[in-house]
Structure formats: structure tokens, C-alpha cells
């Protein structure tokens, strides 16, 4: 990963004010700010159905988005949480943690859920 750290959390998506001046910015800037940022997801108690707008964002630019995006896995697990999120991924692009250097049970049951 390159570039500037953009945390995302529930509350703060992320994304600059400039995008949301006025369509013609968010059209020239936004693919930009994508491919040159790397991205902190906070995903706490499984509520991943909190990020999936960002993931929308993310995999909608004209460009294919590289790997520049890191999952923050706080809480304990919450399978109702769990499943909102698969919900909410079932008809768009899916953000799925990494869990190949995970040792939590949790993790796996996360991995393979997806």
C-alpha cells in the first residue's frame, strides 16, 4: 500500500467534501482519490453492512481498484451483524476481509461465510 491513510468508520465515510460539490468534480476527482489513497475499514462487532456504500465507491471507478484497502476488526463477533452484511454485499461489490494471517476462530467463520 501507498499513498494517505483515509480511516473509515460508520460515521465518516471517508470521502472528502470536494466530492460532494457538484457532480462534475465528483466525476473528474473521485477516481483519484481512490487509486491514490489506502483505506483503514473499521469494522467492529461483524457490521460490515456499515462500509458497504464505500465499497460501492470503491469498485465503481472507471479504473480497477488495487489492493489498497485494510480491514480494522475490533468487537467480538455479532452473527445477526454478520449476516446484514452478506445481505447487503448479495447484489453489489463485496468487501471481504483478509484473514490469512488471522489466528481467531471468528475470522475463519467470517472467511467463510463469504
Known amino acids: 500500500m501507498s499513498g ?9 465515510p471517508g470521502e472528502p467534501a470536494l466530492l460532494r460539490v457538484c457532480n462534475g468534480i465528483r466525476k473528474e476527482t473521485c477516481s483519484v482519490y481512490y487509486a491514490e489513497n489506502d483505506f483503514d475499514l473499521d469494522v467492529v462487532d461483524f457490521d460490515g453492512a456499515a ?14 481498484p ?9 468487537g467480538v463477533p455479532n ?3 454478520l449476516v446484514r452484511w452478506i445481505k447487503a454485499t448479495q447484489y453489489g461489490p463485496c468487501l471481504r ?7 481467531f476462530r471468528s475470522d475463519y467463520i467470517l472467511g467463510g461465510a463469504f
Open 79 to 81: 452473527w445477526d451483524n
Open 97 to 103: 476481509p483478509d484473514i490469512s494471517g488471522s489466528t
Open 51 to 64: 462500509i458497504v456504500d464505500f465499497g460501492w465507491q470503491h469498485f465503481n471507478q472507471p479504473y480497477p
Open 66 to 74: 488495487k489492493n489498497n484497502i485494510a480491514f480494522l476488526m475490533d
Open 4 to 12: 494517505k491513510v483515509v480511516r473509515v468508520t460508520p460515521k465518516e
